[in-house]
């Protein structure tokens, strides 16, 4: 499914002459994994971050530090704000980028593990951001958010 998925991207990106930047934090660059396993991705994909901790996301991608104070890193603020940066950053047409807490520990009565944030920043400032909790362990919590994540990507492409 991921694969068919990722050619689908890479397909309709093309036909759409639009480009596509990833800040995975919980994929750790599964997203971009998948989408470079696709022949002739470098027409779409400019690149990626894996910004884990919140250094990264302030240094790498221009998200405000204020904004992760006050918010958390595992919030829909959060979430767009990277994709919004790792999409300006690498001067892409649409910006995706995932955070949350892939397990089995780390989670909280507000965040429980599974929790995750997924954002897509696309032409237009078009945004689209939802919250998920997964119930798989940390591989299946990975892949669902990765597969998600595609999704909005596809979702973005063609609104865009």
């Known amino acids: 499914m991921a694969e068919a998925l990722a050619q689908q991207v890479v397909e ?7 480009t596509l930047a990833t800040a995975e934090t919980d994929t750790g660059g599964l997203i ?17 971050a894996s910004p884990y901790r919140n ?3 302030i240094d790498l991608i221009g998200v405000e530090r204020e904004l992760l104070r ?3 890193s595992v919030s829909e603020e959060a979430a767009v704000a990277m994709a919004r940066g790792v999409r300006d950053t690498l001067n892409a047409d649409i ?8 397990g089995p520990s780390g989670g909280s009565e507000e965040r429980p593990v599974g929790t995750v944030w997924i954002a897509t920043v696309g032409p237009g400032e078009r945004i689209a951001a939802e ?6 362990d940390r591989e299946g919590n990975k892949r669902l958010t990765a597969v998600r994540a595609l999704e909005l990507v596809l979702a973005a492409a063609e609104a865009g």
Request: hydrophobic fraction near 30%; glycine fraction near 16%.
């Open 131 to 136: 919250r998920r909790v997964w119930t798989e």
């Open 95 to 102: 910006g995706v980028a995932e955070t949350g807490i892939t």
């Open 55 to 57: 250094y990264p996301k």
């Open 70 to 72: 006050e918010h958390g």
């Open 12 to 18: 309709t990106l093309t036909a759409r002459e639009l």
């Open 32 to 48: 971009g994994h998948w989408i470079t396993d696709i022949p002739g991705c470098s027409r779409v994909w400019i690149g990626g």
